[in-house]
């Protein structure tokens, strides 16, 4: 159906003055304002509007200026996912007379509307409501996560508020007490479960509500079923955690059973039962100590992606905004301002970076169950069990380096920087706290033929020679009881022997100990720091980011925008999809795990289809591993960067990129330097 003529209507009688008048008052507020007048058919029905005046924060939000908005159709310039859509909203309002209030996405902002009617035309009012939205965002999927962490634990899980009212439940819990969640749901705790009145759940329960106090406890929930249950109130609700205990209370019962058949048999026996009852806890104790180990690894490497992530575009902006402002203060203008903000900048980069290291070590730890070896720096190895052992350092002895020029040794890396980390911890243990001054902590390194000899001396209170042969015996220790389990230096020496290593130890009664570790070789001397690269060398280059985090991509743009054509993507899929009919980028730089497809899958279906590319491909991750990226990277013989990036690693990657011929590219591709 055509539209009725769209010629400038007669305005009402002082209308132009009103049109003034708002037009002066909204001027410099900063929230968007416009008026729009109903376009009709010739059946007088609204097929669209348009602008008969915006003020410069509406225009801006639509990436218009206020003169190029006039007179256009709202359909011209917004997309239907925008304010273009929205048609059917403001129609609504002109025809009912009613105000209306809705959300919709503008570009990469979510404005919020609000629609008021006038003749024949609506007052709509825009607020940028993005922040607000990416909160609610980021809520409702850490709200998510949780739901999911505490529904997939085998433990149940309860919670309960002032009026012990259930709040929530998951599904062991309600498994257990016969219910479903949905009975259980915002019910009063006793009148769901009736039966838990007048137990030992109850009255614990109650006395945590009132005291405040957190408990643990153990309770028999149901006829043969035992749990541990621990209880804490904050802010006038309940949490209850149960853990199901009944492997352990039958251990017990059967060891007491045991204990009590063979009291009355031969000594003999009854001293069997007592041996092996002790080797049975100290089974189950190691047993929960290298749970809590594979806890603490599986910690560290989520921790590490779920900072890595954000930590990145968080350093590259700085760096980015570094390179501006010095860029700034070399041209006239207000200098100590300048200088100030550069120190800011300066100081928060530096914060960063520590939070970045301490993510790597962290993520050095998690991958200690890696069996494979390769060529070590085992000065890094040092430094990186020095920087974990300073808390006990720092106030029993000052810290000195004799370092040689030495080969790198075929090691472990995690597991060689855990025997320097257990060595360090002895020898803070070995002097005494608060005479710093006096004492010293001496790290060697020395080639010695087809080796690498390290050595950790101390100048604390030496070992007797009794003490010095069972230095290395499991579960041998002269702490005192509850303060060491005598496992560290043996669990040191079995990880050098796996690595082909020795390791020995001297001392002398009141003068210290020396701990030597000899490794084999590699023949290949310690890689000396890169040069960075400076912004502006070499040729123009076109890149490709792949990578399903936005803030990611844009640092890589930003960084490496200036001097090279950059080109963001945010699925694996999309790089796909750009690189089958157009592959003229010199680097690629794909993240390794996404939601869709994973940059294993690029890489697999790129070596199908277009193996040249591979080439020029570089994996970046965050941290998290599953078993497959390990496995992929360990066979992929491809560049690796660890998230956050260093802006001059980002460079010279790209200026060191292979060359390659006959690729597919855009017909612009050659005139893109101008």
């Known amino acids: 159906m055509e539209e009725t003529d769209t010629s400038p209507r007669t305005p009402a009688p002082g209308a132009d003055v009103l049109l003034s008048a708002l037009e002066e008052a909204e001027r410099c507020q900063p929230e968007g304002c416009m008026v729009l007048r109903a376009v009709r058919d010739p059946g007088g029905a609204i097929t669209d509007f348009e602008w008969l005046w915006a003020n410069p924060a509406a225009a801006r939000a639509l990436g218009r200026s206020p003169e190029m908005l006039r007179g256009r159709r709202l359909r011209e310039v917004s997309a239907d996912a925008g304010l273009g859509g929205r048609v059917d909203v403001l129609r609504e309002v002109v025809e009912t007379g009613r105000p209306a209030a809705d959300s919709f996405p503008e570009g990469e902002a979510w404005l919020q509307g609000t629609a008021v009617p006038l003749r024949d035309g609506v007052l709509l009012r825009l607020r940028d409501v993005t922040s607000a939205v990416r909160v609610e965002e980021g809520v409702r999927d850490t709200l998510a996560w949780v739901r999911d962490v505490l529904e997939g634990t085998p433990d149940a899980f309860f919670t309960v508020d002032p009026d012990w009212r259930v709040t929530y439940v998951n599904h062991q819990a309600a498994a257990i007490a016969g219910r479903t969640q949905e009975q259980l749901f915002r019910r009063v705790l006793w009148e769901a479960c009736p039966e838990m009145l007048g137990t030992r759940l109850e009255r614990e329960l109650r006395r945590v509500a009132t005291d405040g106090a957190a408990t643990t406890f153990e309770v028999r929930i149901s006829p043969g079923r035992w749990h541990e249950v621990h209880a804490w109130c904050a802010n006038g609700n309940l949490s209850v955690f149960g853990t199901d205990i009944t492997g352990k209370k039958h251990l017990e019962a059967e ?31 190691q047993l929960v100590r290298t749970e809590k180990l594979a806890m603490a690894g599986q910690l560290a490497a989520g921790v590490g992606h779920e900072i ?29 301002a300048l200088s100030e903000a550069l120190d800011a900048l300066r100081e928060a980069r ?112 030496g070992m007797a020679p009794e003490v010095l042969e069972r230095v290395f015996e499991p579960f041998f220790t002269t702490r005192p009881v509850g303060a060491g389990t005598g496992l560290g230096l043996s669990t040191a020496l079995g990880l050098v022997r796996s690595m082909r290593g020795e390791l020995t130890a001297t001392s002398t009664p009141g003068g210290g100990s ?119 990277l360990q066979m992929v013989p491809l560049p690796r960067i660890e998230k956050p990036f260093e802006p001059a690693t980002l460079r010279a990657l790209v200026e060191g990129a292979p060359p390659h011929a006959g690729a597919r590219g855009p017909p612009a591709r050659a005139a893109e330097g101008k």
């Open 350 to 461: 530096e914060g960063a970076d520590r939070i970045r290291v301490t993510v790597r070590d962290l993520l050095t730890f998690a991958r200690a169950d890696e069996p494979h070896l390769s060529p070590v720096d085992v000065h890094a190895a040092l430094e990186f069990g020095l920087s974990m052992a300073m808390p006990h350092l720092r106030y029993r002895a000052q810290v000195e380096r004799h370092f040689a020029v030495v080969p790198t040794v075929m090691a472990h890396e995690a597991r060689l920087a855990q025997v320097f980390l257990q060595l360090l911890v002895n020898a803070a243990h070995a002097i005494p706290e608060g005479d710093a001054g006096h004492h010293r902590v001496t790290l060697t390194s020395r080639a010695e033929g087809a080796w690498v000899v390290v050595e950790v001396t101390d100048t604390g209170h």
């Open 255 to 285: 060891r007491d059973m045991l204990l009590a058949r063979e009291h009355s048999g031969r000594l003999e026996a009854e001293a069997l039962v007592q041996q092996r009852t002790e080797e049975l806890v100290a089974a189950r104790e």
């Open 514 to 632: 020396t701990f030597r570790v000899r490794l084999p070789t590699t023949h290949e001397v310690a890689p000396p720091a890169e040069p960075e690269a400076t912004e502006g060398d070499g040729e123009r280059k076109r890149v490709l980011v792949v990578d399903d985090e936005p803030q990611v991509a844009a640092v890589l743009r930003r960084v490496l925008g200036g001097q090279h054509e950059v080109v963001l993507v945010h699925s694996g899929r999309e790089a796909l999809d750009l690189l089958a009919h157009d592959d003229a980028f010199d680097r690629i730089f794909c993240d390794l795990m996404m939601g869709d497809v994973t940059g294993m899958d690029v890489y697999e279906e790129l070596a199908r289809r277009q193996p040249e590319v591979l080439s020029r491909l570089v994996f970046m991750t965050g941290g998290g591993f599953t078993e497959r990226a390990r496995t992929f």
């Open 308 to 336: 890595n992530n954000p930590l990145s575009y968080v350093t590259g902006n700085l760096q980015f905004a570094l390179e501006q402002l010095e860029l700034v203060a070399g041209n006239p203008g207000d200098g100590e």
